[in-house]
């Protein structure tokens, strides 16, 4: 089992839509989550962050956490072509001082 | 503030050989960690320093080596390389203090290419 996991996608969505994205993570003492988005040939961008239960909101984006269930979910509302990247979700381990990567979910925004 | 530097941004090596890069983080930051990233492998973490110190590493094998000087600038070193050592190096810094709420500013990468 890795440690986290997304579904790899490709997720087309239209334009104006909500795009729906999902994490799970394996290690029940993480504390920290993180969304990065990341255009093909650039590095990572950090979107949000999200460290106790519920939703968490900014802008048009989303985090909810579900420390239970071990699952974590980006939402995007009114979804733009320029939204149009790899979301990778990350997880840092307790105490560990290691943050641990999921392999991203590939979105598609059709104009 | 300035960002995440990493230079070279592009490198090409042939096998055999050993490659040297080099990550300067957000002045201020005192933790620097490294990724491989892959197509197939995704973002694989290398290690990390904080203040010259290794405190985590990831499994990757010992020609993978670091070090963090006292200005908190990083290098890691890859010896012997090896054709599937090609990759996308990412160098991320953070504050090193916040434990496991710190947050990661990721560098422009350096495109490593063994021919």
């Known amino acids: 089992q890795k440690e986290v996991e997304q579904n790899s996608g490709p997720l087309s969505v239209p334009e104006g839509a909500i795009a729906s994205l999902n994490c799970t993570y394996s290690d029940r003492g993480s504390q920290s989550f993180f969304w990065y988005r990341q255009y093909s040939g650039k590095s990572p961008e950090l979107i949000m962050s999200i460290y106790s239960n519920g939703d968490k909101e900014d802008g048009r984006f989303t985090a909810q956490l579900n420390k239970a269930s071990q699952y974590v979910s980006l939402l995007i509302r009114d979804s733009q072509p320029s939204d149009s990247a790899t979301y990778l979700c990350a997880v840092n381990q307790a105490g560990g001082f290691k943050t641990i990567f999921g392999a991203g979910t590939r979105l598609f925004v059709k104009a | 503030k300035a960002g995440v530097t990493q230079t070279p941004r592009y490198l090409i090596k042939t096998r055999g050989q050993q490659v040297t890069l080099s990550c300067s983080p957000i002045s201020g930051h005192r933790s620097v960690s490294w990724y491989q990233q892959t197509p197939g492998q995704g973002l694989q973490f290398l290690f990390e320093y904080f203040s010259e110190t290794q405190r985590n590493k990831g499994n990757f094998p010992g020609r993978f080596s670091g070090r963090q000087f006292s200005n908190s600038r990083s290098e890691m070193n890859v010896s012997t390389l090896e054709l599937g050592d090609s990759a996308l190096y990412l160098c991320?810094?953070?504050?090193?203090?916040?434990?496991?709420?710190?947050?990661?500013?990721f560098g422009p990468g350096t495109r490593l290419t063994v021919l």
């Open positions: 991320a810094s953070s504050s090193g203090l916040a434990g496991a709420t710190d947050t990661q500013y």
